[in-house]
């Protein structure tokens, strides 16, 4: 049967569209085959020497033995990290500039009205790098040794103790612990974490929920106490540390976590192949080795389990954010 000019113009569109759609395939199989054949940027949220600056670099070194190609750590501080997640969610998605987030990633819309972007629109996740949790220390001079004095400490003497707030995350992570133990504890801020480690030793405030690395020589030196830790399962550096259900709390479950991210539209094979890298770099024992040092223990994900986390880490502070009448400014 002839086709008449009418389905032989439908069928010239469809052969069109299928070409099409084979090139583009095509173009985005090549573009992953290549990659990397530039050098690549790491943009990492805070200033050289953190803990997020080290994690960058060890990686930075690593993809670029693995890779054949420069990656280099260009860091942007600033805003909360709004500033170095503004500049990869404006650059090109293809790759060749990444973000190393942090949770603060989960915290956007809590902290502020108009953050200029949406994290799980604008941002594609690649992999975990890290995750650690949070030292519960109490002051030197609080008459607690665990968690299950703390909280009852804190029930006898409503709004009589402090507990230092020097970052978002951390903030909510108290927050959450206060929710779910029915204390009341009251919130002071400060100037960073060093500063607050410094205040409890003084017992201006009496709990901390603070990173190992900064808290464990203040606890070796007995200026504090720490109690347990923020997650399911204990710091390998610090064993003997409990858990907080181990120690007679909820079973809580809470912490940091590194993790590296593309622009949004950044090809997922391009994705998938840099998640690979991150996985084999986690494993490697001289990095193992070195975050256990930093009270780290290091893992790895797909791009589809990150995504999850951020997602359900959001969902969940926002919920702490109404408990706490934390509001937008």
């Not at 612990?177 to 029915?182: E, S, V």
Request: proline share 7%; net charge neutral; hydrophobic share 45%.
């Amino acid at each position: 049967m002839p086709l008449n000019k009418q389905s032989l113009g439908r069928l010239c569109r469809v052969v069109t569209v299928t070409l099409l759609l084979w090139v583009l395939a095509s173009i985005t199989d090549s573009t992953a085959q290549d990659y990397p054949s530039r050098p690549i940027k790491i943009i990492v949220p805070n200033p050289p020497g953190g803990s997020s600056d080290i994690v960058g670099r060890m990686l930075s070194n690593y993809l670029s033995a693995v890779m054949n190609q420069a990656v280099v750590v260009e860091n942007r501080p600033g805003a909360n990290t709004a500033i170095a997640v503004s500049t990869v969610v404006h650059s090109a998605a293809d790759g060749y500039t990444l973000l190393l987030g942090t949770p603060s990633l989960t915290t956007f819309n809590i902290y502020q009205k108009h953050p200029g972007f949406d994290v799980e629109k604008d941002l594609a996740p690649i992999s975990q790098i890290m995750v650690s949790p949070y030292v519960i220390a109490v002051s030197d001079q609080l008459q607690v040794n665990s968690i299950r004095q703390l909280i009852d400490a804190a029930k006898k003497n409503p709004g009589g103790l402090n507990y230092a707030a020097y970052g978002g995350g951390q903030v909510l992570t108290t927050e959450l612990f206060k929710k779910m133990t029915g204390i009341e504890v009251i919130r002071v801020p400060y100037q960073g974490e060093a500063a607050a480690i410094i205040g409890l030793a003084n017992n201006e405030i009496q709990v901390v929920f603070a990173t190992a690395v900064t808290v464990r020589p203040m606890v070796e030196a007995g200026r504090v106490k720490a109690v347990a830790v923020s997650t399911a399962t204990r710091l390998p550096s610090m064993p003997d540390l409990p858990t907080i259900a181990e120690s007679g709390g909820p079973n809580f479950d809470a912490g940091l976590w590194f993790g590296l991210l593309a622009p949004a539209d950044t090809p997922l094979e391009i994705r998938q192949k840099l998640a690979k890298k991150v996985a084999a770099f986690t494993n490697e024992p001289e990095v193992v080795d070195r975050f256990m040092s930093l009270g780290f223990t290091p893992k790895s994900s797909t791009p589809d389990e990150f995504g999850q986390l951020i997602s359900a880490e959001t969902q969940r502070w926002i919920e702490v954010a109404q408990f706490a009448s934390i509001v937008p400014q």
